[in-house]
């Protein structure tokens, strides 16, 4: 009789006691997977990856206006995201959320993203006049 025969009583019952480490292994990986996921994709992330889709729907456009925006749009939310979470699987989640963004999500999100750059554009400005205030 060798050690494992002993431990588990004969080596179909080893095999068994593997299989169900194995898938406690398994689930418990999966489990640390899912938070570690939730973690970076947090509120503003996805709100984030939300204006990028909308910055590339608008830079498709033959509105040159609209594709400018569009580009812009793209490239500041992909700014803060990758700012918030360099980790992240941006194509993945970008895709995700163009995916299932409805009509009317699309609509709001044209909202509120259209407003938070403009936000940032009236910073932008001011602090391009005091620049030059500075430099007098």
């Known amino acids: 009789m060798n050690w494992h025969t002993q431990a588990y009583g004969s ?3 080893l095999s068994e006691t593997c299989v169900v480490y194995r ?3 398994t689930l418990l990986f999966v489990m640390l997977g899912r938070a570690a996921v939730a973690e970076t994709l947090d509120e ?6 939300q204006c990028v889709v909308v910055g590339v729907r608008f830079s498709s456009m033959s509105d040159q206006s609209k594709r400018s925006s569009g580009q812009i749009l ?5 700014g803060r995201i990758e700012g918030r979470s360099p980790k992240v ?8 959320e163009a995916n299932k963004m409805t009509a009317s999500k699309f609509e709001e999100s044209v909202r509120r993203c259209g407003t938070e750059l403009t936000v940032q554009g009236e910073k932008i400005s001011r602090i391009g006049k005091n620049l030059g205030t500075f430099a007098k």
């Open 89 to 96: 699987a941006l194509e993945a989640l970008v895709e995700h």
């Open 44 to 49: 503003a992330t996805v709100a984030d990856a």
């Open 23 to 25: 898938l406690l292994l």
């Open 11 to 13: 080596k179909r019952r």
């Open 74 to 78: 793209m490239i500041y939310f992909l």
